[in-house]
Every structure is written in C-alpha cells, then in structure tokens.
C-alpha cells in the first residue's frame, strides 16, 4: 500500500467497525540493495467500534445497529522503544470514560470489545465477531529521519 506522508485511510470500513491507518514516507532497499524503494510504511491504527447492543438489538450483533457507546483504540509505532517494546503504544477510550494508555501486560475490556498487548510490541483488538491484530517492527535505517517503526495491520473474521 502507498499512501501519502502524514494522511489516514480508512483500511476497514464496515458496519458498526472502522479502522483506519496512518501512512509515512520511507526509502529503504530491497533486493540486496539492487532496488531503491520511496514508499511508505503505517505507522498508527485507529479503531473506532460500536459497542455494548441494546438487547433488542442483538441479533444483529454483527450488523449497525444502536449501541450503548463507541470504543477508541489507536496503536502507535513510534511509541516503540529501540528494543522493539513499549509501555504507551495503545491509547483510547471507552464511551465517554477516561481515556487508557497501555503496552506490556495491558488488557482494558469495553462491554464486548477487548484490547490485550502481545509479547512486547503487538496487540489485539477483538470486537463484534472480529479480530485485529497489530504489530510493531523496526524499520532501522531504512526509514526517513524521526520514523523509527512502522505497523502492521491483519483484520480476521
């Protein structure tokens, strides 16, 4: 995907579900340094969601329908450390409750959604019969200046 430095995309649009990324300008080599490649890497992800359905509401579950409130959670690679790690790479908030930061060893659960860390840069999201999962990785020397790590994205049913 090659998207412009500094713009968000929606990247999964559906009902009651929207995340979208962040892109940033990168030069880096393939190809044994054969090939110069000026793209782009993702650097942020944010989920909005829909959550908590009215229970005369629920046998849409998967579909749009009225929710209780909205769930916020954004993944951020430039909170990553040297080592690959952080403890503020998730942030966001549950309805109208104070927001979350968290990284290692973090899970905030928001009605039927759940965010946990994985490892030590990675996370997932799961909410309404789908699962995100989001991972940080160096991108070293292969980046423009202050573009340390980029994200990677995997929406599962």
Known sequence: FR????VSYNFFPSPGISLSIKT???TFLLHGGRLVVHGSFITEAHLVAGVGVYPREAHQAKCAGAYKKLFNVSYLAAELTEQNAGFSYLRGTC???????????FTRRCEDALVQSRHFSSATVTVRGWTFVLRGNPCGHRCRPGVTHCCHTSPLP
């Open 3 to 6: 998207g412009e430095d500094g």
């Open 24 to 26: 940033e300008d990168a």
């Open 95 to 105: 309805g109208d409750g104070k927001p979350f930061h968290g990284g290692i060893a």
